[in-house]
């Protein structure tokens, strides 16, 4: 961004001229282009939990509906729309709902890593589940230990292992 400063000789203050050059305008658009294109690849239940008019929404509906080369103009078209509004609403509602999925992405690993070290370790890592879901069943969350490590030794598929994951998944939930 270019600024120029220009010294008005009348009050003796700095009045600030901001000169924006074209490039800069050019990667502005390509944001908001970009920020269009990410809204167009969500699906129907996630737009409405973000900020849009009713012009900017049918677009991308539309957006949705089409493909190939009027694709790619209806998608400058929705750039070109939030030129005119205020895209920081828009991009939080964004930004919240990326995070909600991230978040759930890290309780899978968190998880999963639990099953794994319950499996493996047996009654030593209880005391870091117990630590985290105080209210859990311990009796039957042994069980599920002692059946899943009785898979593990016969190679029969692991559906106790996931009967583990499962009870651990619920537990999560209900301290949420």
Same mark, same amino acid.
């Given at each position: 961004m270019t600024m120029k400063r220009q010294k008005n000789n009348d009050n003796n203050d700095d009045d600030e001229?901001?000169?924006v050059s074209k490039s800069e305008i050019k990667r502005d658009a390509e944001?908001?282009?970009?920020?269009?294109s990410e809204l167009v690849?969500?699906?129907k239940n996630v737009l409405e939990r973000i900020p849009l008019d009713e012009t900017l929404l049918s677009a991308i509906q539309l957006a949705q509906k089409i493909n190939k080369g009027a694709h790619r103009r209806q998608? !400058?078209?929705i750039g070109k729309l939030l030129r005119s509004r205020e895209i920081e609403p828009i991009q939080t509602a964004l930004d919240k709902i990326k995070n909600r999925h991230n978040q759930q992405?890290?309780?899978f690993h968190k998880l999963e890593?639990?099953?794994?070290?319950?499996?493996?370790?047996?009654d030593e890592a209880m005391?870091?589940?117990l630590a985290l879901y105080p209210e859990i069943d311990r009796q039957q969350l042994r069980n599920l230990i002692r059946?899943? !490590?009785k898979e593990k030794t016969t190679n029969k598929p692991a559906k106790a292992s996931q009967h583990i994951f499962r009870y651990l998944r619920e537990q999560a939930e209900k301290n949420q």
């Open positions: 001229i901001i000169l944001i908001l282009k970009e920020l269009g690849n969500l699906s998608i !400058q078209l992405v890290f309780l890593t639990l099953r794994d070290d319950l499996i493996n370790k047996g005391p870091s589940v059946n899943a !490590q």
